[in-house]
């Protein structure tokens, strides 16, 4: 069936101005659509089944019915890529998280508070994560299939290739990483025996609460990086939004720094900046694991490690929400193995062994 040439986007908001803004932001791309503007989580079911939205864009914080239970009906309906449209506040951040682990493709957020007469701040981000939702394949928390241990999921080892035994485990993630790596960290023994560091493009303050949420399900430690905190196993390091995260050398330990250079394919944190950090400060002892995400991200910095005997993981087409990091792995030939979402835990522990 041929792709339909317009990106038909529902609009969902209580303020008649934000569903303005938001609309006038989208048409600037002339590939985007916008088929309705529901004022409330009623309308937005009824909208939803009457239009077939391509793309809903919903706002978390609604009287009456909330964006949360507006998105947990779509999902039960009829999964559709959703673009959450949230608050930077603490109490914003936790729902956001939750709506990503409800099946949320990705989020951006008001500038300035629920009335952001400012929005066209963000409005390349907001017409980049549509186009990119469009592109998504959504499926409900706990869809995943069970990972069948019997007959794991790998690609024979690549003759030619030099491998250093991996003392680190560096992983990038985007579009769909926080549902994915709900699936992976938890799945990591308590044993692990190496430390990890993970970037997934977040804003600031987004971070903090899914590190928080992360350490929650998981064995390991799971905590967001500050400069000067020590690499060590067991620990789970993410980068904060707004910095790069890279390495250091502080006498026998090796520890984290961060930065505010440019943002690198326009995102801060970059997984190219942590993973060329870790290559000129680690060198090829490394893990390298590439998971859903749009964009590129990571390619470079994976190239680098690869070169000096890396082990490299992208997760499958099968599993991604959006192929594309990994795509840019695997159609690169840096991948040693390609595993869908359920067997990548076990996957990095059979490497190990």
């Known amino acids: 069936m041929k792709k339909p040439d317009k990106i038909r986007v529902l609009i969902v908001d209580d303020s008649a101005f934000m569903r303005k803004i938001i609309g006038d932001i989208l048409r600037e791309d002339p590939v985007m659509e916008i088929v309705g503007k529901a004022r409330n989580g009623n309308e937005a079911m009824d909208m939803t089944r009457s239009l077939s939205p391509d793309v809903i864009t919903l706002d978390i914080e609604m009287p009456g019915k909330s964006g949360i239970e507006v ?82 999921s790998f690609a024979p080892l690549r003759k030619d290739a030099l491998y250093h035994k991996p003392e680190m485990l560096v992983i990038a993630a985007s579009t769909g990483g926080p549902m994915a790596l709900q699936q992976v960290i938890p799945s990591l023994s308590a044993s692990f025996p190496l430390p990890v560091l993970l970037v997934q493009h977040m804003p600031p303050g987004f971070t903090t609460s899914f590190a928080q949420r992360l350490n929650e399900q998981s064995s390991l430690t799971v905590i967001e990086g500050c400069s000067g905190m020590p690499v060590r196993k067991g620990t789970v390091i993410v980068a904060p939004g707004g910095y790069h995260l890279v390495l250091d050398r502080k006498g026998a330990e090796i520890v984290c720094k961060l930065t505010e250079t440019p943002p690198v394919r326009s995102v801060r944190p970059s997984a190219d900046v942590l993973f060329n950090s870790v290559a000129e400060i680690v060198g090829g002892s490394v893990m390298v694991l590439v998971l859903t995400g749009m964009g590129k991200d990571g390619l470079d910095g994976t190239r680098a490690l690869r070169d000096k005997g890396a082990y490299v993981i992208a997760e499958s087409r099968e599993t991604s929400v959006i192929f594309g990091m990994p795509g840019a792995i695997v159609g690169a030939g840096l991948a040693d193995e390609v595993l869908p979402l359920y067997s990548i835990a076990s996957g990095i522990e059979r490497v190990l062994r």
């Open 71 to 152: 998105l947990d009906e779509i999902m039960e309906y009829k999964p559709i890529p959703v673009v959450m449209v949230s608050s930077l506040t603490k109490s914003g951040a936790n729902v956001t998280m939750q709506a990503l682990d409800m099946g949320a493709v990705d989020f951006v957020t008001k500038p300035s508070g629920p009335m952001s007469l400012d929005m066209e701040k963000i409005g390349a981000e907001l017409r980049r994560k549509v186009i990119g939702a469009s592109m998504a394949t959504v499926r409900r928390k706990g869809s995943q299939k069970i990972a069948n241990l019997s007959q794991p």
